[in-house]
């Protein structure tokens, strides 16, 4: 199937720094890029929708200006978790649509952020 | 709103047995519905995506069936091997480009 690759894989931050984490479709092109937020032992949490060359979509509760989201090309999606805290430790998945395999969404290895 | 349920839980099995996993969700109206495998600590690997038309799709000991009108779909896993152990999520998506995700279940496939 298709891969979608993130990186860093883990990141620990001091409270206060921004952490940026990428997202990349490698064998496909992807218009819609989606990013989730899982706390341990939950289901996923969609954060945003992702467009390719216009503005992010943003799910109720969740704050754009601490989340900025980038998708610049075709197959990179960007993340960058602002002034992080405590609080925003979780693990971020990013997501992408394949609109050639009946829209299958495929998903990332995952970005473990550690705010101390 | 849209909510997916999915029973049980979790689920600890000796190898070998045949297992159903049980998705619920309560708007009928959806495009597809989507089985996804998480291992601990991991992204999600897709399994098995059935449209809205179809009532079923296999792939080896997999095999996932849509009951629309109930709000029902059920993953089988024949066989079942200590390599099946994982966090099993069933998501659905409606017209619209969200997936709402199931609460999952927890499987252990013990030797």
């Known amino acids: ?116 | 709103k849209q909510e997916v349920t999915q029973i049980p839980a979790a689920l600890s099995v000796p190898e070998g047995e045949n297992l159903v996993l049980n998705c619920s969700f309560t708007d009928s109206a959806i495009y597809n519905l989507q089985w996804f495998r998480q291992d601990h600590g991991k992204g999600l690997t897709s399994l098995l995506l059935i449209q809205s038309s179809q009532r079923e799709q296999t792939s080896g000991r997999l095999n996932a069936s849509l009951d629309k009108s109930s709000g029902r779909s059920t993953l089988y896993i024949a066989a079942s091997q200590p390599g099946d152990s994982a966090t099993y999520l069933c998501a659905v998506r409606r017209n619209t480009d969200k997936l709402i995700f199931g609460t999952g279940t927890r499987l252990q496939v013990f030797p």
């Not at chain 1, 218009?31 to 992010?56: C, D, H, I, V």
């Not at chain 1, 495929?106 to 473990?112: A, D, E, L, V």
């Open chain 1, 1 to 116: 199937g298709a891969v979608v690759s993130q990186h860093p894989s883990r990141v620990i931050c001091k409270s206060g720094t921004s952490v940026k984490i990428e997202c990349r479709s490698l064998d496909f092109q992807a218009t819609t890029m989606f990013w989730y937020r899982q706390f341990p032992k939950q289901s996923l949490m969609l954060m945003a929708t992702s467009n390719e060359g216009s503005k992010a979509t943003y799910e109720q509760g969740v704050e754009k200006d601490k989340f900025l989201i980038n998708h610049a090309s075709l197959t990179l999606s960007t993340l960058t978790v602002t002034s992080a805290h405590p609080e925003d430790s979780s693990f971020y998945i990013c997501s992408a649509r394949d609109h050639r395999v009946a829209e299958t969404q495929y998903f990332g290895p995952g970005t473990r952020l550690l705010v101390l």
